[in-house]
């Protein structure tokens, strides 16, 4: 899927590697912050104790947590850029996304992060510059949005949980000390 420079080394971020084939100029910052979580995500929890994954340091969100939140929101923001209403199985990984899931592993949680950013950047492919200024509604309540709108928060919602995470992370391995 991803047709990036090849004369960048792994350590450049996204912004600076050129387009991503395929996606529409108007998505590539949106495109480049989705690799650029998904890299930063794997990096971050490569050496985090598994038995950490679930703890919330001072109440705050767990690692876990965080990372199935954007899973969830890069899922609804989709839906609803596609104009249409989310599905009862969202609503149920939405109520769940705060709960502990033992069946799951640091390493299953970056794969579906990873699954998801791909369905998103599929998705950005086959949209046209017309479509991403089309009028969304978000919610129950029907809250306005564009396309555009919706994908950009779905990256930059995706960055900020990343960065709350890598506090987590730190905080929680420098307790372990």
């Known amino acids: 899927m ?42 971050y929890t490569k050496t985090l104790p598994a038995n950490l994954l679930w703890e919330k340091p001072e109440g705050r969100a767990s690692v876990g947590f965080h990372i199935k939140h954007i899973i969830g929101v890069l899922d609804r923001m989709m839906t609803y850029a596609k104009g249409k209403a989310l599905t009862e199985e969202q609503f149920k990984y939405l109520k769940r996304e705060g709960e502990k899931d033992d069946s799951l592993s640091i390493d299953d949680l970056c794969k579906l992060f990873s699954g998801q950013v791909e369905k998103m950047l599929q998705y950005f ?46 905080w929680l391995k420098s307790l372990q000390k």
Do not use: C, Y
Request: net charge negative.
């Open 2 to 43: 991803l047709d990036l420079d090849p004369i960048h080394d792994d350590n450049t971020e996204f912004w600076l590697r050129g387009s991503v084939k395929g996606v529409p100029p108007l998505l590539q910052p949106a495109a480049h912050a989705l690799l650029q979580s998904d890299k930063e995500l794997k990096v």
């Open 125 to 170: 492919e086959g949209i046209s510059e017309e479509e991403l200024k089309e009028t969304r509604t978000v919610g129950r309540k029907k809250l306005p949005s564009t396309v555009l709108g919706l994908l950009f928060h779905a990256a930059e919602h995706s960055q900020r949980h990343v960065g709350q995470l890598l506090v987590t992370v730190s």
